[in-house]
C-alpha cells in the first residue's frame, strides 16, 4: 500500500540526517563556534535507522533514500549503514523498485571513502560547494578545505558515481558572481551544478528574501554565455534542469523560495536522534526513538508515521505571515 498524505501526493523519499555534527562551519547554516553537539547516546544506532527505513521501504515501497547530516561522513563506519541501506529491497506487493540510495556530503573526505561507499552500495553522490576560489571558500566554511573537496568531486567520478552533483548555495554579494564560473566548471568536469536559493534555515536566522538569488537571475546569467534549454518534466524533483544547446551538459536550480514544488513533494525526514519531519519546514515532529527504545513494534512504528503524514501540510508558507522557522536548523534536520 503507498503512503499518501492528504493532498494526494505519494510519499516516496525518505532524507535520513545520521549526525549534527560537522567538520565545516558554513556561514548560512551554523556559527563558527558550532552547535552544542547531541550527545552519541540520543542519536539512533545504525541498526535503529536501517529498521525505520526497512519499514517505509518494505510497507509502503519507498524508493529513495538520502543520508545526510550535519556532515554524513563524520560518522563512523559509514560504509556499514550503507550496506544495510543499499540491501533494502520492497515487500512483494508493495510496489516500488529498488532503494535508490544517495548520499548529500561537503566532499571533504569523499577522497578517502568514495570508493568504499561506492562498493558498499550508494548509488549517487551530491557534494556541497559554495565557492571555487580558496579565499572565499574559506570565508564561507571557515575551513582552507576547497581543494580536499575538488578532489573528493574527482573521487566520485573516478569511484563510479554518475550523475556526480554539486549543490551551490547562492547568497547575494557574498557568491553570486560565481554563476558562469560554476557552469563552466560543471560543464568542464562533466557534473550537474544546481544552484540553491538560500532558505531560512540558518541557524543565525539571519536569512532574509533580499539575499536570495531567484532562480530567474541563475538563468538569466548562465543562459548568456552558455544557451539552455528547458529538460522534461522534473516530476517530484527539487531541482529543475536546463541543458546546454551545445550539448555541454545539464545545469538545475532548487528555487524552493520563488517556485516552490511542494505540489509534487514526496519527501519526508528522519532526524539524527530519531524525530520523524512530513516536510523541511515543519514545525511539529514525531518521537521514533522513544517507539524504538520504548520496545514499540514496528507497526507502532508504522502508525506513528502514517499519523504524521496525515498532518502535512500543502508546503511552506515562506515570504508569508504565516511562516514559521522551525526551532532546528539545517545542520540539525539535513538538506
Ligand atoms: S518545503 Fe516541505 S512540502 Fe515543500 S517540498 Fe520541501 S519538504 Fe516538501
Known sequence: MPLVDPFGRQVRD??????????????????????????????LTYEEIERIARICVQRWGFTGIRITGG??????DLP?????LAAL???????GRDVDLAMTTNGASLGLLAPALRRAGLRRITVSCDSLRPDRFAS???RNALHRVLDGIDAAVAAGFAPVKVNCVLMRGVNDDE??????????RGV?????????????????????????EVVRTIDAVFPLEPVDRRG???????????????????????????????????????????????VHETDLRAILRGGGSDDDVAAAIEADVGRKWAGHTIGQVTFLRPDRSMSQIGG
Open 140 to 142: 564561507i566554511t571557515h
Open 192 to 216: 550537474e551544478v544546481r544552484f540553491i536559493e538560500f532558505m531560512p534555515l540558518d541557524a543565525q536566522g539571519a536569512w532574509t528574501a533580499q539575499t536570495v538569488v531567484t532562480y530567474e
Open 14 to 43: 525518505l532524507r535520513i540526517s545520521i549526525t549534527d555534527r560537522c567538520n565545516f562551519r558554513c556561514t548560512y547554516c551554523m556559527p563558527e563556534e558550532g552547535m552544542v553537539w547531541q550527545p552519541r547516546e540520543e542519536l
Open 71 to 76: 556532515e554524513p561522513t563524520v560518522r563512523a
Open 179 to 188: 554563476i558562469v564560473d560554476f557552469a563552466a566548471f560543471g560543464r568542464d
Open 236 to 282: 517530484s524533483h527539487p531541482a529543475e534542469r536546463l541543458a546546454y544547446r551545445d550539448g555541454g551538459g545539464t545545469v538545475g536550480v532548487i528555487a524552493s523560495v520563488t517556485r516552490s514544488f511542494c505540489s509534487s513533494c514526496d519527501r519526508v525526514r528522519l532526524t539524527a536522534d530519531g524525530q520523524f519531519r512530513n516536510c523541511l519546514f515543519a
Open 89 to 95: 529491497r520492497p515487500a512483494s506487493g508493495a510496489g
Open 80 to 84: 556499514a549503514l550503507v550496506e544495510k
